[in-house]
């Protein structure tokens, strides 16, 4: 299994940008697609943006594609979020994960079997 760790999270004002980073560790070669999840008081967990480890190929929820970018630095092992023109409805816990199973899309959550702890993310207007 592999072992996630975010980090990056913070407060910051509508238009502003954040970066987070999930360093990932332990069986990370079996990860075939690795994403980012977020959850808001009183709602379900949402996709984000997810990216196949191998190839590149990224996907993203309607509502941040253009704003928001995922990368991976396979030599690093870390994962990253850069989130940019934050608006108040981006607040949310933000989890990193990762699936053994290849993704065609952001996928949902059972398929992905790595969680990290989450990092608060907070956009005030």
């Known amino acids: 299994q592999v072992q996630l760790v975010e980090s990056g999270g913070g407060s910051v004002q509508a238009g502003g940008s954040l970066r987070l980073s999930c360093a990932a560790s332990?069986?990370?070669?079996?990860?075939?697609?690795m994403g980012w999840f977020r959850q808001a008081p009183g709602k379900e967990r949402e996709g984000v943006a997810v990216?196949?480890?191998?190839?590149?190929?990224?996907y993203y929820a309607d509502s941040v594609n253009g704003r928001f970018t995922i990368s991976l630095d396979n030599a690093k092992s870390t994962l990253y979020l850069q989130m940019n023109s934050l608006k108040p409805e981006d607040s949310a816990m933000y989890y990193c994960?990762?699936?053994?199973?290849?993704?065609?899309?952001?996928?949902?959550?059972?398929?992905?079997?790595?969680w990290g702890q989450g990092t608060q993310v907070t956009v005030s207007s």
């Open positions: 994960a990762a699936s053994r199973i290849f993704c065609v899309g952001i996928g949902r959550q059972y398929q992905y079997e790595s």
């Open positions: 332990g069986n990370t070669y079996s990860s075939a697609c």
């Open positions: 990216i196949r480890t191998r190839g590149d190929s990224t």
